[in-house]
């Protein structure tokens, strides 16, 4: 859903394809180079607040996905 989205706006996006730790799926978008990272845990999914993580910069904000798209567009 979240990614369906964000394409839909024109942005690139991926779902990590296991089930790993969150440092590994961090580690995996980091080597890629991924800019940015939306982590969706238990607790995102039942706030709908997600976890949004500038890779560059190291910073991570929690935001709706209306924020995130607003910072894109």
Do not use: W
């Amino acid at each position: 859903m979240c990614c369906n989205r964000l394409r839909e706006k024109g942005i690139a996006s991926e779902i990590y394809p296991d089930l790993k730790k969150i440092d590994r799926q961090l580690d995996y978008a980091h080597k890629k180079m991924i800019p940015f990272a939306i982590v969706i845990g238990s607790n995102e999914v039942k706030s709908g607040v997600l976890a949004f993580k500038n890779m560059k910069k190291g910073e991570q904000q929690s935001l709706t996905l209306a924020a995130i798209l607003d910072q894109f567009l």
